[in-house]
């Protein structure tokens, strides 16, 4: 079946390091990918999305790229800030036209000043 | 929009008593979802609504559980009895149409004593 497996946490980084998350899925066919993040006290908001192979997904400078042939998706920033401090999930739909999203356990990410 | 509002946002009770979430999405979103949250499996499908239908239920743990939808702007999740195991944070989620972002609410920290 549909599965999406994340690189545990939590990551502790300084201000201004690299980040990458790793995510990697199982799916047949062709699912749209997506980032959702949970800031403390909040529900998960979509951070980016990629809906078919070679997409780029960006947005506050994240970003990740869709590829098919390793079947990941992972997460990257070129300088976190601390108010980047929340945990990330990796998500994938199949695009069949089910309603079903399929997340990732999450990982915690922790920014240091 | 005030995005999906879900109450009470935290709730502490005993074992063996009645519990209700409830969840109102963003108006015109006609799909809703109720999540739970939990550190051992993640974010869990409960039960899936389209247009005040229930679709999918398997995702209910047992028959202590129950959600209705009974008109558009409204949804409530019943746990009776609650158990100490039933403890997590529950998410409602709406969408719009095929739309294939998700928002979330804040969610209900569920405590079971």
């Known amino acids: 079946g549909n599965s999406v497996t994340q690189m545990e946490g939590p990551v502790t980084l300084s201000e201004e390091a690299f980040l990458t998350i790793n995510c990697t899925y199982t799916?047949?066919?062709?699912?749209?990918l997506f980032w959702y993040v949970q800031y403390p006290g909040e529900g998960l908001q979509l951070l980016l999305k990629?809906?078919?192979?070679?997409d780029k997904g960006s947005n506050k400078g994240f970003e990740a790229t869709y590829r098919k042939e390793t079947t990941s998706f992972h997460l990257e920033k070129g300088s976190v800030q601390v108010s980047d401090s929340a945990v990330y999930f990796c998500?994938?739909?199949?695009?069949?036209?089910?309603?079903?999203?399929?997340f990732g356990t999450g990982t915690r990410l922790k920014v240091l000043a | 929009d005030a995005g999906v509002i879900q109450s009470p946002r935290h709730e502490v009770t005993e074992m063996g008593q009645e519990v209700t979430l409830r969840c109102k999405p963003i108006?015109?979103?006609?799909?809703l979802f109720w999540y739970r949250q939990t550190m051992m499996r993640g974010l869990e499908l409960l039960i899936y609504?389209?247009?005040?239908?229930?679709?999918?239920d398997s995702g209910m743990p047992e028959d202590r559980f129950s959600a209705k939808m009974p008109n558009a702007s409204f949804s409530t999740l019943k746990i009776q009895p609650s158990e100490p195991r039933d403890s997590a944070v529950y998410f409602c989620?709406?969408?719009?149409?095929?739309?294939?972002?998700?928002?979330f609410g804040s969610g209900t920290q569920l405590s079971v004593l």
């Open positions: 609504f389209n247009n005040n239908v229930p679709i999918d």
């Open positions: 990629a809906t078919k192979a070679d």
């Open positions: 108006s015109g979103h006609n799909s």
């Open positions: 989620a709406s969408r719009q149409g095929a739309n294939e972002k998700l928002f």
């Open positions: 799916a047949t066919g062709y699912p749209s």
């Open positions: 998500a994938l739909r199949h695009t069949s036209g089910t309603y079903k999203y399929i």
